[in-house]
């Protein structure tokens, strides 16, 4: 159905005229990038405003008369999903959808006129949308767009935001560079940074519910915030007041770790189809390994089987064109199942996500087994960029490991390693030996029958443009154990190791 493409640059414009006679009602590109050529149907962003200025002067037309008609159940938007588990759906999302979704978070936590959000996520992702980009004007905020994924550090200290949003991996990432840091510190530093640690775990315990720790032990915090945490509060601009966490889970190292530094990750949980909201964690009490409590106007449940259903004004008003696909996910009572399972604790009724229902590997022995923390805990390994845990019907658990290749390139130079090609460093036995010891001491926390058995190194990243990431830079299951079964074969040719 789609009519006009509209391109950011040259390579994309390409690509959409690499296939714009197959594509029925296709009419042309609108180039952001200013490319203009009418004959081959691409027409520049200026030229499109150019036209709107004819057809208003012509017609007449006034947006606020406009905006006036728009109703609370009209169709906003088509966001379509990541395709982590299928085929990529639209979802129609109403004014009262994301408007409910807006109010409700703005109620968890308190967004400020003063607010500064940094933006990296794409705005196709419900996500970025509600969360930095609605959310934020509707209190008077100011939102900065990062110039890339990788600019976000050097971002963060022009901008010096006071609330960012991402997905775990960024906070994964600026764990595992401040550790790599420390283990080259003098000796005297290190045993500083570990104190510091030590007591900003102690501390945690009343900073997640809103208090400040007192006594001696607020003492001893307020010398380690100065010898240490105030200088990763100044890696991240200096002013943050929270980061906010979605579209995966996230470690609780992880958001330990930065709990102790009085830099809280809130933790929340959603998808597309709802807005995203579903839960978040408040400032005033935030608990590691949970998404948080339900926002208002939001229902949920769990049902016989584990999975958590979802009712409220948030909720999509079905699939574009597919009523099929609709129809699945609501239950006779108008609960939308979420596909997650998950679980609520008894103390404050946060929930708990342990994994989706449909990446549960099920091995020829018949144990049912979460990918989600296995790969949350190798995730943690400094050498470890990217992680796969595969096994489903096969006898035995392994895991696909993309290498994080700028910690192997100095490894391999502290151990006389001289050839640094990456598919070579990847066949290289001492570094196969690295990571077969890394991955055991990461399985000495799970049961046998969970632990991951076998790794394959692979010697490239994967990629959203390689189709094997969505957007919020989850993986494609499906996709990687397609690109990757010649790899995954040979895995399965051989014995386990124990």
Not at 227 to 249: H, M
Request: aromatic share 8%.
């Amino acid at each position: 159905d789609t009519v006009y493409v509209i391109t950011e640059n040259k390579e994309q414009t390409d690509k959409i005229l690499s296939i714009i006679n197959e594509s029925d009602g296709l009419k042309g590109i609108i180039a952001m990038d200013d490319q203009s050529d009418p004959s081959s149907n691409i027409f520049s962003f200026s030229e499109l405003l150019e036209k709107g200025d004819g057809y208003i002067s012509e017609n007449g037309f006034n947006l606020d008369d406009s905006a006036k008609t728009a109703k609370p159940e009209d169709l906003l938007t088509i966001i379509y999903t990541s395709g982590t588990t299928g085929d990529p759906k639209g979802v129609m999302l109403t004014h009262k959808n994301l408007v409910s979704n807006v109010l409700a978070i703005s109620k968890a936590i308190e967004i400020r006129a003063i607010e500064v959000f940094l933006s990296f996520l794409p705005l196709s992702h419900v996500f970025e949308r509600m969360s930095g980009h609605y959310t934020g004007f509707s209190k008077g905020g100011t939102t900065y767009y990062a110039e890339s994924v990788d600019t976000v550090a050097d971002n963060m200290m022009e901008v010096k935001p006071t609330v960012v949003i991402a997905v775990p991996r960024l906070y994964e990432k600026i764990h595992a560079k401040v550790l790599d840091k420390v283990s080259g510190d003098p000796p005297l530093r290190q045993k500083i940074f570990w104190w510091a640690i030590k007591v900003g775990k102690k501390a945690a315990k009343y900073l997640t519910r809103g208090q400040e720790p007192s006594g001696f032990l607020g003492l001893q915090f307020k010398i380690a915030d100065k010898l240490v945490f105030s200088k990763l509060k100044d890696k991240v601009g200096g002013r943050l007041r929270c980061f906010i966490s979605g579209g995966a889970p996230l470690s609780e190292g992880v958001g330990k770790f930065f709990a102790s530094a009085n830099i809280p990750i809130l933790e929340g949980y959603g998808l597309t189809e709802t807005s995203p909201v579903i839960t978040c964690n408040r400032e005033e009490l935030y608990k590691f390994g949970t998404v948080g409590k339900p926002i208002e106007g939001v229902e949920v449940k769990i049902a016989e089987d584990g999975e958590v259903l979802c009712r409220g004004d948030n909720v999509m008003i079905g699939y574009y064109k597919n009523p099929e696909a609709t129809k699945e996910v609501f239950d006779d009572d108008g609960w939308f199942k979420t596909g997650d399972i998950g679980n609520f604790d008894d103390e404050d009724g946060y929930l708990r996500i342990t994994d989706r229902k449909k990446s549960i590997l099920v091995t020829s022995g018949g144990k049912n087994i979460a990918p989600a923390p296995l790969e949350l805990a190798l995730g943690l390994s400094k050498y470890i960029e990217q992680c796969l845990v595969i096994g489903d019907r096969r006898n035995f658990i392994s895991a696909l490991i993309v290498p994080s290749f700028e910690i192997l390139n100095s490894w391999a130079e502290e151990n006389d390693i001289q050839d640094k090609d990456r598919k070579n460093l990847c066949k290289n036995p001492v570094v196969m030996d690295l990571f077969e010891k890394e991955v055991y001491t990461v399985m000495e926390s799970f049961s046998r029958y969970e632990r991951v058995k076998k790794v394959a190194l692979l010697d490239r990243e994967w990629t959203i443009e390689s189709g094997e990431l969505t957007p919020k830079l989850s993986v494609k299951r499906k996709v990687v154990v397609k690109n990757c079964a010649e790899v995954i074969d040979k895995l399965y040719s051989g014995k386990p190791t124990d």
